[in-house]
T-cell receptor
Framework: RKEVEQDPGPFNVPEGATVAFNCTYS??????FFWYRQDCRKEPKLLMS???SGNEDGRFTAQLNRASQYISLLIRDSKLSDSATYLC??????????FGPGTRLSVLP | DAGITQSPRHKVTETGTPVTLRCHQT?????MYWYRQDPGHGLRLIHY???????DKGEVSDGYSVSRSKTEDFLLTLESATSSQTSVYFC??????????FGPGTRLTVT
């Protein structure tokens, strides 16, 4: 089993839709979790950290489920500009960051 | 955007030649990282640094070495480039919060 797994997609959704991504991780001792977005041929950019209590930033909501070892990202009211690949990142301890392969989102007009 | 640059941005080199990639930051972050990104894989850590002259290996360190002689600069060297090292290389910086900020990347092709 890979350490961090994501549905590769692509997820094709119309503008205004709500879309959710899940990411599962294998190390139950993992402490820090993040979502990054990566545009084609660009660097990953931090979208949000994921806290135990869940957190929201505008149209984006991230949640952590430690019991089931997954994190989720919910995007409401999708915009064309949300089209990107979304990377789940898990810190497995120390400086051991494991990146998922990413989920590709296309928001269609 | 975080003040982090990489050079060169693109490079084509021949098998067996040494190659050095540079990462420069203006944020005074303690941690610096080198990753590679290949199709079908997530970003994979090559080496990281936790201070001047303090470095450690990551998941895919074979064939790579690093140096950090100043807080702002982190160099990645491919001692003898191979075709399997054709990739996109990203540098990142980070602090105590574990959040990382990435440079624009270097596309390296080894022929």
């Amino acid at each position: 089993r890979k350490e961090v797994e994501q549905d590769p997609g692509p997820f094709n959704v119309p503008e205004g839709a709500t879309v959710a991504f899940n990411c599962t991780y294998s190390n139950s001792a993992s402490q820090s979790f993040f979502w990054y977005r990566q545009d084609c041929r660009k660097e990953p950019k931090l979208l949000m950290s994921v806290y135990s209590s869940g957190n929201e930033d505008g149209r984006f909501t991230a949640q952590l489920n430690r019991a089931s070892q997954y994190i989720s990202l919910l995007i409401r009211d999708s915009k064309l500009s949300d089209s990107a690949t979304y990377l789940c990142v898990v810190n497995m301890g120390g400086q051991n960051f494991v990146f998922g392969p990413g989920t590709r989102l296309s928001v269609l007009p | 955007d975080a003040g982090i640059t990489q050079s060169p941005r693109h490079k084509v080199t021949e098998t067996g030649t040494p190659v050095t990639l540079r990462c420069h930051q203006t944020e005074n972050h303690r941690y610096m990282y080198w990753y590679r990104q290949d199709p079908g894989h997530g970003l994979r850590l090559i080496h990281y640094s936790y201070g001047v002259k303090d470095t450690d290996k990551g998941e895919v360190s074979d064939g790579y070495s690093v140096s950090r002689s100043k807080t702002e600069d982190f160099l990645l060297t491919l001692e003898s480039a191979t075709s399997s090292q054709t990739s996109v290389y990203f540098c990142a910086i980070g602090g105590s919060s574990y959040e990382q900020y990435f440079g624009p990347g270097t596309r390296l092709t080894v022929t």
